[in-house]
């Protein structure tokens, strides 16, 4: 407070840093609220997207474990790794209130033979078709989770950054320019009484000077 | 083109290898370290990694530092011995930084 010069022109700067400061908080404060919104909707979608895929991992991992238990595991490896299928993922991004989500699409290749049961049926159980039929079905979950997690994690972190911003605003930009202002413009006030006091002190003297108002009255009194 | 990578035990990702996506074996969090930090180095093609939440408890830190970047998303994922619930916990702590207290 001590630093700032207590002139008409400072006090124009700090008017014009006041407006846009209370420009911007209201527009973080939009912003951040919009995105409150956004966020809640994605965390009760990937509620409900991690309880699926935790049920439908489980179920094949249970299907799976039947089919291990069957067959012998040299087999059940022997038949798994050799697996001709690829996945590949697309990654495209979607502007959400200028946070970049990443949008998950992907593609599997279709080799000749290339399916989720890279094995020859004769050598294998049963089971082991519905662990890996399973397992598919829960990976579109699994990526669709993939999604929405990272955006809800990259939604949370601008929030964070937002209220922050927000509350800095506030709480310490906004008051901060506030009593600068009141400072400034209390100064100038006082100034120009002292000058106004100044100059009427000074009229008195001159016209002392000019009339001789006190010889003249203690000449009649 | 990206890939999507999993790290687990050896028995949960045998399927998953049949299904077409990279896994990577680790038994101990300190293997699942190294592998993270491998498959997320230079080429840093792989835009998913399910990471199996038995591995995860020892791997908080590491999966922290890829909170805020937008790839690769560090998805965890039950293990053949069942949901531990840490992933639900990730939830939690985004809803906690976002809204400053827990409020599920």
């Known amino acids: 407070m001590a630093t700032i010069t207590p002139t008409r022109m400072v006090l124009n700067q700090m008017k014009g840093r006041l407006k846009t400061a209370v420009r911007g908080h209201k527009l973080l404060k939009d912003k951040r609220d919009e995105l409150m919104r956004q966020f809640m909707e994605v965390v009760q979608e990937n509620k409900r997207l991690r309880y699926k895929v935790e049920d439908g991992l489980s179920e094949a991992f249970a299907a799976q474990a039947v089919a291990s238990a069957v067959m012998s595991p040299d087999m059940l490896e022997q038949a798994l790794v050799y697996s001709k299928q690829r996945i590949e993922l697309d990654v495209k991004y979607k502007n959400v209130m200028s946070v970049n989500v990443p949008q998950y699409s992907f593609t599997t290749n279709e080799e000749e033979g290339a399916n989720i049961h890279p094995y020859s049926f004769a050598q294998t159980s049963g089971e082991l078709d519905d662990a890996m039929t399973a397992l598919q079905d829960v990976f579109s979950d699994m990526l669709e989770l993939a999604q929405i997690e990272k955006t809800m994690q990259l939604l949370a972190q601008e929030i964070e950054k937002t209220r922050r911003r927000v509350n800095a605003l506030e709480y310490v930009m906004i008051p901060e320019l506030q009593g600068n202002i009141k400072y400034i413009s209390m100064k100038l006030e006082e100034n120009e009484n002292s000058t106004k006091v100044r100059l009427m002190k000074v009229k008195e003297m001159v016209l002392e000077d000019a009339h001789h108002y006190k010889e003249k009255a203690a000449a009649n009194g | ?104």
């Open chain 2, 1 to 104: 083109m990206y890939k999507i990578a999993v790290i687990g035990g050896r028995d949960t990702i045998m399927c998953f290898k049949a299904l077409g996506l990279d896994v990577f074996a680790a038994d101990k969090p300190e293997e699942a370290k190294k592998i993270l930090r491998e498959i997320t180095g230079a080429e840093n093609s792989y835009a998913i990694i399910y990471i199996s939440e038995n591995l995860a408890v020892g791997l908080k830190k590491e999966i922290e530092k890829y909170k805020d970047s937008p790839m690769p998303a560090i998805i965890l994922i039950p293990g053949r011995e069942g949901s531990l619930g840490i992933g639900k916990e990730a939830l939690q702590s985004a809803v906690e930084r976002a809204v400053g207290i827990d409020i599920l």
